[in-house]
């Protein structure tokens, strides 16, 4: 799963990393407002832990950005301030949670497994479209008409876990690059045709008729087929 930090302070930001990662999450960090807001408005994290008091863009304007944009991802707001008026304001501004400084690392663990389970699709996690079932715990993708089974390598899952989270949506070659590999990730364009092709090979594999299409000169779309 991927996260954003958005966390101005550098040690307690390095801190937060190394545990989020240690608990599998994939996690990029901005020091300051500017960059955050940059950072959101690419609309390809699953998550956001986002300061309230930061240089550049104060988080509550990140917040009411990212939602008029139409950007849904979950967000989980930190401050040091508590009081009421603050939380109403965090929460009114698009945030869907609020946690106050100074935090357990166990809530703040269970507040983003909450999250994100909000974005679930069905109560076992499982990730549907068309004729196929994705499986996060067993990255096992699944053709419901044929019943057969594959595994899927980590970023021929992540692919298509980000289609089917943007199903009815174009994204680009430039959003897969960074959903996948990264900003700091010296990938090119033809890694991710790559996987495209290693991806597409999986679904014929399972008898799919859910197929990626390629739309000519902005990226990839998921299509159901005749099921």
């Not at 960059?35 to 390809?44: F, Y």
């Not at 309230?52 to 509550?60: A, D, E, I, W, Y």
């Not at 301030?81 to 501004?93: A, F, H, Q, Y």
């Not at 909000?118 to 419901?144: K, M, Q, W, Y």
Request: net charge negative; hydrophobic share 40%; aromatic share 8%.
């Amino acid at each position: 799963m991927k996260l954003l930090l958005v966390e101005d302070e550098k040690r307690m930001a390095q801190a937060l990393c190394q545990i989020l990662r240690l608990e599998q999450y994939d996690v990029d960090w901005c020091g300051d407002g500017t960059a955050g807001m940059s950072a959101v408005e690419t609309g390809i994290y699953d998550l956001i832990v986002l300061d309230v008091m930061l240089p550049g863009c104060s988080g509550f304007e990140i917040a009411r950005r990212a939602r008029q944009a139409g950007i849904k991802t979950p967000i989980l707001m930190l401050t040091a301030k508590g009081e009421v008026e603050d939380k109403v304001t965090g929460l009114d501004s698009g945030a869907d949670d609020y946690l106050t400084k100074p935090f357990m690392i166990q809530e703040l663990l269970a507040r983003l497994r909450a999250l994100s389970r909000r974005n679930l699709p069905s109560p076992d996690g499982s990730l549907s479209f068309g004729d196929i079932v994705l499986e996060p715990h067993t990255a096992l993708l699944r053709c419901r008409t044929t019943g057969q089974s594959v595994r899927l390598g980590e970023k021929e899952y992540r692919i298509l876990e980000y289609l089917i989270a943007n199903q009815g949506q174009v994204l680009t070659r430039e959003q897969f690059a960074v959903k996948i590999w990264g900003f700091d990730s010296d990938a090119e364009y033809n890694n991710v045709e790559v996987y495209m092709s290693f991806t597409r090979r999986k679904l014929a594999f399972v008898g799919a008729k859910t197929e990626i299409k390629a739309i000519r000169g902005i990226g990839y779309e998921l299509r159901c087929g005749d099921v």
